[in-house]
């Protein structure tokens, strides 16, 4: 039984799965067509973000028994297609829960203290103690756009630095958001109150542009916008046009529309706009989790 690993997973996944004398094949970066190419040969594969997992990639993978993704978010796999083919579809939810939610929050106290924008300027060798005047976070209003396990970690976090922290989440039951002092708003209450705003939802067709034009136009002044959940739920070109009318006081990304993004895009060319290159998951520990999950799923399917 052969295993592709097509991102890079922890390697005591690995060497789990080859002491249950699964053959593991490791090809971080494999691209599409790369993959469409050589998929036929596997029966199992396991990605990350990345490679997408078409349906053309599919149709090729004739003795696919189970495609693993280390991590959570699946929209780069054509689920129901896989699934109409008899290939089972496995994520690793929980295990990258905690570090998505301290990404949030670093990516909070970055934009709020201009921290990467201080630390450059020191290190080019200037002292501009009140260029970076920044905001606290004791006393504003957090907005939590998807409170599941990382949108609920992110409050717990939020209340422990004396925030009010609102969310919209229409799939939650307010005893939920009760647990972790979260008050329950709908959309529309949350992007005009909202100091803060950080997204927490799956890409689906109903979050895709969930923050666009409209949502911008009912913010606060001085709003802080975080996306460490997928690119493309706050629209790109929304967000550059209020932080083109300078309403929004810094935004900092994780995640882009496309992966890598267009780095010749206006987006990188605000001071103001923190970023990362999809990291939230980009722990240690969580990397261990999150592998050790799908290689126990992988086992037990290929053994089972
Ligand atoms: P989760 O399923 O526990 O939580 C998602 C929440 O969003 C749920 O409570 C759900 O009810 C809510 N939701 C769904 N549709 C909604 C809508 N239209 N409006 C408002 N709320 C809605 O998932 P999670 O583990 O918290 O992860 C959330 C997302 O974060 C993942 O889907 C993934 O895309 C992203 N993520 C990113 C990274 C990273 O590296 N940056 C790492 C892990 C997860």
Redesign the pocket.
Known sequence: MRVLIASNIDSHAIERMEKEGLEVDVMPGLDEEELERIIENYDALVVR?SPKVTARIIDKAKKLKIIGRA?????NIDVSYATQKGIVVVNA??G??V??AE?TIGMILAAARKIPQADKSVKEGRWERKKFVGKELRGKTIGI?????????VAKRARAFEMNVIA?????SEARAREVGVKVVD?DELVRNADIITV?????K??EN?IGEEEFEKMKEGVIVIN???GGIINEKALINALKSGKIYAAAL??YETEPPDFDSELFTFDNVVTTP?????TKE?QEIVGMIIAEDIVNMLHG
């Open positions: 973000s991590g959570v978010g699946v929209d939810p929980g990258n829960t570090s998505t990404l756009i998807g409170l599941g396990r990382i949108g609920y970690e919209y989440d229409p799939y939650i959309l927490h939802v799956p890409k689906t109903e979050t969930l460490c959940a997928r994780d995640v999809h990291i939230g998951a980009s969580a």
